[in-house]
């Protein structure tokens, strides 16, 4: 009998298989799509007097950009989208009113992303006292405390060391928070654009705190940025010593300065706020600091009145981009739903779409490289028949954790006021007339 692991292995496998089999039977379901694209194309123009067949007979025609030069090439330039792509930005909260400009999130357009890494220009933000501005030639990385030998590094003096490279979701630990019981925000980029997924270069944490030699007693690190907020976490030591890096590098270039320029931790999996940008200092201690933010801020109310800390890891999650809040269907027929898993526990192994707000589900193509703590985007062919529809996703990662519904997260946190970690399944009305609307609650 297959087991649901079995079934997981299976589905991870095929989708990191390049074999002819795996390659002949993803080629056999694009044409299939495509055979009953053209099939419904042929129905909807039967009515005309010449068809389908007429359509593609008639010469095609010369564009303009064919018969005349391009715009030149500049001496010197930083490359931008075309403007034909200008609507595609980070944008802020469209349910909370700030009024002011230091202490906020700009959101990534997860409609608009059309695969694993998001630009470093449409990047997810959160800041607690603005974008700090630092010359690299005057920053200084201390790591002291419990280790035997303290150690201050220049810019120049961390960038001699070997460096690698990773891709890594990060998420905000309020991503989705506006829509726990009804529906409060209308795309995905405004209810799921607090997350962003880069390759990030650096240096891993464990080579550094190696040569500070952390004593036995250190057990926590609490890192510090430079910015005006002065922000700062209590990290475990064994994350930082597993997979956590000192980044000075995004999608293959510098850090942008909202991104922490010039260094910052990435911290795989875990809660955006701990991955401190603007990197100063490494204190090794031997018990968290509980600071503000990891009392007042980024922690989680239970039933039983009390309040959970250092819930930081981001658990499996999933959400549909296409079609999604604000979008509309242009008539019945053939579409791709398409969106993005991720889980901060691991890899994801499968990925399942409804049709009818949960009551069925059906098994959604995930698509390879499948690689841990890192988008993973999933796809399924959707023959809409025009009806009503409640579309929704449910991802499942390699440790088997299933996607919870907000009715199983109800049942275990107390959903009140600014809750965070909302990793619920997330469903989206689609009309009769192919308007796309949040359907949370």
Known sequence: MTTKKDRSRQLRRAAEDDSPSAVNSASEDR?????????????????????????????????????????????????????????????????????????????????????????????????????????????????????????????????????????????CSGNTLTDWAEPKATTVQQTHGLLSCGQWTGIPMAWLLDEAGVKPEGKWAILEGADGSAHLRSIPLEKMMDDVLLAFGQNGEMLRAEQGYPIRAIIPGWEGNTNVKWLRRIKIVDQPMHARSETARYTDPMPDGKWRQFSMTMECKSVITNPSGGMSLNGPGLYEIRGFAWSGNGSITNVDVTLDGGRSWREATVEGPVMPMCLTRFRYNWQWDGGPAKIASRAVDDTGYVQPTVEDLARAREIVGFVQHHNGIFPWNVSESGEVQNAIA
């Not at 930005?89 to 009024?99: L, S």
């Open 31 to 171: 044409r299939s799509f495509l055979r009953r694209s053209v099939s419904m194309a042929g129905v909807a123009v039967a009515s005309s007097a010449a068809g389908l067949s007429a359509a593609r007979a008639e010469p095609l025609a010369i564009p303009e950009s064919n018969k005349k030069m391009g715009r030149p090439i500049p001496e010197t330039d930083y490359g931008m989208p075309i403007e034909f792509e200008d609507h595609v930005k980070r944008r802020r909260t469209d349910v909370f009113v700030n009024k002011q400009n230091w202490s906020d999130w700009s959101m990534t357009p997860l409609q608009h992303q059309v695969g694993i890494v998001t630009p470093n220009g449409l990047f997810f933000e959160r800041h607690h006292a603005g974008v700090a501005q630092i010359n690299p030639d005057e920053h200084r990385l201390a790591i002291h405390g419990l280790v035997e030998r303290p150690l201050v590094f220049t810019m120049d003096d961390l960038m001699r060391y070997p460096s690698v490279s990773r891709f890594h979701f990060l998420e």
